[in-house]
Protein backbone atom coordinates (compact mmCIF):
# COMPACT_ATOMS: atom_id res chain seq x y z
CA UNK A 1 0.00 0.00 0.00
CA UNK A 2 1.00 3.36 -0.52
CA UNK A 3 2.26 5.58 2.34
CA UNK A 4 0.01 6.98 4.16
CA UNK A 5 0.91 11.00 3.91
CA UNK A 6 1.91 11.95 0.54
CA UNK A 7 3.25 15.45 -0.19
CA UNK A 8 1.52 17.85 -2.67
CA UNK A 9 3.06 21.00 -4.05
CA UNK A 10 1.89 24.22 -1.94
CA UNK A 11 2.40 22.68 1.10
CA UNK A 12 -0.81 20.81 1.35
CA UNK A 13 -0.74 16.68 1.92
CA UNK A 14 -3.12 14.18 0.43
CA UNK A 15 -3.84 11.30 3.15
CA UNK A 16 -5.28 7.38 2.86
CA UNK A 17 -8.25 7.90 4.58
CA UNK A 18 -7.95 4.33 6.02
CA UNK A 19 -6.86 2.47 8.78
CA UNK A 20 -3.33 2.49 7.49
CA UNK A 21 -3.20 6.05 8.53
CA UNK A 22 -2.05 7.17 11.68
CA UNK A 23 -3.98 10.40 11.66
CA UNK A 24 -7.13 8.27 10.69
CA UNK A 25 -6.61 6.15 13.78
CA UNK A 26 -6.66 9.19 15.79
CA UNK A 27 -9.50 10.94 14.10
CA UNK A 28 -11.84 7.73 14.97
CA UNK A 29 -10.97 7.61 18.83
CA UNK A 30 -11.70 11.44 18.78
CA UNK A 31 -14.93 10.79 16.82
CA UNK A 32 -15.85 7.94 18.87
CA UNK A 33 -18.09 5.99 16.26
CA UNK A 34 -18.94 8.91 14.12
CA UNK A 35 -21.50 10.29 15.55
CA UNK A 36 -22.56 13.98 14.77
CA UNK A 37 -21.08 15.76 18.01
CA UNK A 38 -19.13 18.77 17.86
CA UNK A 39 -17.18 17.62 20.40
CA UNK A 40 -15.32 15.55 18.85
CA UNK A 41 -14.80 16.90 15.40
CA UNK A 42 -13.61 20.15 17.60
CA UNK A 43 -10.74 17.94 19.25
CA UNK A 44 -9.63 16.98 15.63
CA UNK A 45 -9.14 21.04 14.76
CA UNK A 46 -7.93 21.42 18.12
CA UNK A 47 -5.37 19.21 17.91
CA UNK A 48 -4.67 18.86 13.92
CA UNK A 49 -5.94 15.80 12.79
CA UNK A 50 -7.55 16.74 9.92
CA UNK A 51 -6.60 13.46 7.19
CA UNK A 52 -9.35 14.83 4.51
CA UNK A 53 -8.24 18.55 4.43
CA UNK A 54 -6.35 18.71 0.89
CA UNK A 55 -4.99 22.11 2.12
CA UNK A 56 -6.51 23.46 -1.23
CA UNK A 57 -9.46 23.27 -3.60
CA UNK A 58 -10.49 19.44 -4.26
CA UNK A 59 -9.75 18.86 -8.01
CA UNK A 60 -12.99 17.78 -8.66
CA UNK A 61 -14.71 21.21 -7.61
CA UNK A 62 -12.46 23.33 -9.73
CA UNK A 63 -13.41 21.17 -12.37
CA UNK A 64 -16.85 21.58 -12.02
CA UNK A 65 -16.60 25.13 -12.04
CA UNK A 66 -14.78 25.47 -15.10
CA UNK A 67 -17.27 23.17 -16.68
CA UNK A 68 -20.47 25.59 -16.96
CA UNK A 69 -22.73 22.85 -15.89
CA UNK A 70 -23.42 24.34 -12.29
CA UNK A 71 -26.48 26.74 -12.05
CA UNK A 72 -25.36 30.37 -11.82
CA UNK A 73 -27.82 33.64 -11.64
CA UNK A 74 -28.22 36.50 -9.52
CA UNK A 75 -29.58 34.44 -6.57
CA UNK A 76 -28.21 30.93 -7.28
CA UNK A 77 -27.19 29.67 -3.67
CA UNK A 78 -25.06 26.71 -3.12
CA UNK A 79 -24.54 24.62 0.21
CA UNK A 80 -21.76 22.61 1.13
CA UNK A 81 -22.02 20.83 4.25
CA UNK A 82 -18.88 19.39 6.55
CA UNK A 83 -17.21 22.02 5.01
CA UNK A 84 -14.09 21.98 7.76
CA UNK A 85 -11.80 24.58 5.85
CA UNK A 86 -13.56 26.14 3.11
CA UNK A 87 -11.51 25.81 0.65
CA UNK A 88 -14.39 24.35 -1.73
CA UNK A 89 -16.83 26.96 -0.58
CA UNK A 90 -14.56 29.94 -1.89
CA UNK A 91 -14.16 27.69 -4.94
CA UNK A 92 -17.62 27.30 -5.97
CA UNK A 93 -18.28 31.00 -5.29
CA UNK A 94 -18.51 34.13 -7.42
CA UNK A 95 -20.65 36.42 -10.01
CA UNK A 96 -23.94 34.39 -9.91
CA UNK A 97 -23.19 32.13 -7.15
CA UNK A 98 -23.84 32.51 -3.44
CA UNK A 99 -22.34 29.87 -1.23
CA UNK A 100 -23.19 28.93 2.44
CA UNK A 101 -20.09 26.60 3.94
CA UNK A 102 -21.76 25.02 7.02
CA UNK A 103 -19.77 22.82 9.81
CA UNK A 104 -20.91 21.91 13.45
CA UNK A 105 -17.08 22.68 14.32
CA UNK A 106 -16.58 26.77 15.69
CA UNK A 107 -12.95 25.67 15.16
CA UNK A 108 -13.31 24.97 11.49
CA UNK A 109 -15.56 27.69 11.13
CA UNK A 110 -13.15 30.43 12.25
CA UNK A 111 -10.31 28.28 10.29
CA UNK A 112 -12.81 29.01 6.98
CA UNK A 113 -12.89 32.42 7.94
CA UNK A 114 -9.29 33.08 7.88
CA UNK A 115 -8.07 31.28 4.95
CA UNK A 116 -10.97 32.84 3.09
CA UNK A 117 -10.52 36.34 4.09
CA UNK A 118 -6.36 35.75 2.31
CA UNK A 119 -8.19 34.67 -0.89
CA UNK A 120 -11.03 37.07 -1.24
CA UNK A 121 -8.58 39.51 -1.97
CA UNK A 122 -10.33 42.39 -1.98
CA UNK A 123 -14.06 41.05 -1.50
CA UNK A 124 -13.21 40.16 1.98
CA UNK A 125 -16.08 41.82 4.48
CA UNK A 126 -13.73 41.68 7.38
CA UNK A 127 -15.20 38.32 9.01
CA UNK A 128 -14.16 36.25 6.46
CA UNK A 129 -17.03 36.90 4.49
CA UNK A 130 -17.88 38.44 1.24
CA UNK A 131 -20.35 39.00 -1.25
CA UNK A 132 -20.22 35.39 -2.75
CA UNK A 133 -20.00 33.23 0.40
CA UNK A 134 -20.66 32.84 4.38
CA UNK A 135 -19.86 30.36 6.59
CA UNK A 136 -22.42 28.91 9.41
CA UNK A 137 -21.14 27.10 12.81
CA UNK A 138 -24.66 24.98 12.40
CA UNK A 139 -25.20 21.54 12.97
CA UNK A 140 -26.24 20.11 9.48
CA UNK A 141 -29.64 17.74 10.98
CA UNK A 142 -31.14 21.38 12.77
CA UNK A 143 -29.78 24.16 11.08
CA UNK A 144 -32.80 26.45 9.07
CA UNK A 145 -31.92 28.64 6.52
CA UNK A 146 -34.01 31.22 4.92
CA UNK A 147 -34.69 29.70 1.80
CA UNK A 148 -33.67 26.10 0.23
CA UNK A 149 -30.92 26.21 -1.97
CA UNK A 150 -30.25 25.66 -5.41
CA UNK A 151 -27.10 23.57 -5.37
CA UNK A 152 -26.00 21.38 -2.31
CA UNK A 153 -21.87 19.61 -2.45
CA UNK A 154 -21.21 17.17 -0.47
CA UNK A 155 -18.06 15.58 -0.14
CA UNK A 156 -16.48 13.32 2.91
CA UNK A 157 -19.71 14.10 5.14
CA UNK A 158 -21.42 11.12 3.87
CA UNK A 159 -19.25 8.89 4.82
CA UNK A 160 -18.06 10.79 7.76
CA UNK A 161 -21.58 9.83 9.31
CA UNK A 162 -22.43 6.37 11.04
CA UNK A 163 -24.12 4.75 8.67
CA UNK A 164 -27.62 4.59 11.11
CA UNK A 165 -27.33 8.41 10.24
CA UNK A 166 -27.86 8.06 6.20
CA UNK A 167 -31.60 8.13 6.24
CA UNK A 168 -31.20 11.69 8.29
CA UNK A 169 -28.31 12.94 6.19
CA UNK A 170 -31.01 11.72 2.78
CA UNK A 171 -34.09 14.08 4.25
CA UNK A 172 -32.26 16.95 5.31
CA UNK A 173 -30.66 17.29 2.04
CA UNK A 174 -34.08 16.85 0.51
CA UNK A 175 -35.45 19.53 2.74
CA UNK A 176 -32.51 21.83 2.08
CA UNK A 177 -32.74 21.43 -1.49
CA UNK A 178 -35.19 23.29 -3.97
CA UNK A 179 -37.96 21.23 -5.87
CA UNK A 180 -35.85 21.82 -8.88
CA UNK A 181 -32.73 21.91 -7.06
CA UNK A 182 -29.68 19.59 -7.78
CA UNK A 183 -27.62 17.76 -5.19
CA UNK A 184 -23.75 16.56 -6.67
CA UNK A 185 -22.15 13.95 -4.54
CA UNK A 186 -18.59 13.29 -4.59
CA UNK A 187 -18.45 9.94 -3.40
CA UNK A 188 -15.58 8.31 -1.73
CA UNK A 189 -16.13 4.59 -2.01
CA UNK A 190 -14.21 3.40 1.28
CA UNK A 191 -14.33 -0.09 1.88
CA UNK A 192 -12.79 -3.20 3.89
CA UNK A 193 -13.16 -0.85 6.75
CA UNK A 194 -13.37 -2.03 10.28
CA UNK A 195 -14.68 1.22 11.61
CA UNK A 196 -15.09 4.83 10.84
CA UNK A 197 -14.75 7.14 9.77
CA UNK A 198 -15.28 6.97 7.04
CA UNK A 199 -17.22 4.18 7.27
CA UNK A 200 -17.57 2.05 3.99
CA UNK A 201 -19.61 3.38 1.10
CA UNK A 202 -21.13 2.36 -1.73
CA UNK A 203 -23.49 3.94 -4.49
CA UNK A 204 -25.90 1.58 -3.58
CA UNK A 205 -25.44 3.31 -0.19
CA UNK A 206 -26.65 6.37 -1.48
CA UNK A 207 -29.87 5.56 -3.96
CA UNK A 208 -30.97 3.14 -1.12
CA UNK A 209 -31.66 6.60 1.09
CA UNK A 210 -32.08 9.49 -1.78
CA UNK A 211 -34.51 7.61 -4.32
CA UNK A 212 -37.23 6.39 -1.62
CA UNK A 213 -37.02 10.64 -1.32
CA UNK A 214 -37.34 11.32 -5.20
CA UNK A 215 -34.04 11.72 -5.75
CA UNK A 216 -32.31 9.74 -8.63
CA UNK A 217 -29.00 10.13 -10.33
CA UNK A 218 -29.02 11.97 -14.09
CA UNK A 219 -25.13 11.53 -14.38
CA UNK A 220 -22.34 9.47 -12.70
CA UNK A 221 -19.08 9.14 -13.65
CA UNK A 222 -15.68 8.29 -12.22
CA UNK A 223 -13.36 11.12 -10.24
CA UNK A 224 -10.78 11.06 -12.97
CA UNK A 225 -9.14 14.05 -10.56
CA UNK A 226 -9.02 12.54 -7.57
CA UNK A 227 -5.95 13.24 -5.63
CA UNK A 228 -3.46 10.18 -5.96
CA UNK A 229 -3.99 8.40 -2.68
CA UNK A 230 -7.91 8.21 -3.35
CA UNK A 231 -7.68 7.09 -7.65
CA UNK A 232 -9.84 4.62 -8.16
CA UNK A 233 -11.84 5.47 -5.25
CA UNK A 234 -14.37 8.31 -5.97
CA UNK A 235 -17.51 8.89 -8.32
CA UNK A 236 -18.80 11.71 -9.02
CA UNK A 237 -22.81 11.51 -9.14
CA UNK A 238 -25.92 14.55 -9.62
CA UNK A 239 -29.21 13.85 -8.55
CA UNK A 240 -32.22 15.65 -9.32
CA UNK A 241 -36.00 15.04 -8.32
CA UNK A 242 -38.13 12.78 -10.36
CA UNK A 243 -40.27 14.70 -12.78
CA UNK A 244 -43.92 14.13 -11.20
CA UNK A 245 -46.28 11.99 -13.52
CA UNK A 246 -49.52 13.45 -14.14
Known amino acids: MASAIV ?10 LDGSNPAVARLRQLIGGGQESSDGWSRCWEE ?19 SGTLPAGDATTVLVP ?19 GLDICDTAIQKAKQLSAAAAAGADDGDGSSSFFAF ?13 FHLIFDYTFFCALHPSMRPAWAKRMADLLRPDGELITLMYLAEGQEAGPPFNTTVLDYKEVLNPLGLVITSIEDNEVAVEPRKGMEKIARWKRMAKSD
Not at 10 to 16: F, V
Not at 48 to 66: C, I, R
Open 7 to 16: DVAGGGRQQI
Open 82 to 100: GCGSGYDVVALSGPGRFVV
Open 136 to 148: VADDFFKWEPPEP
Open 48 to 66: GVTPWDLGQPTPAVVELVH
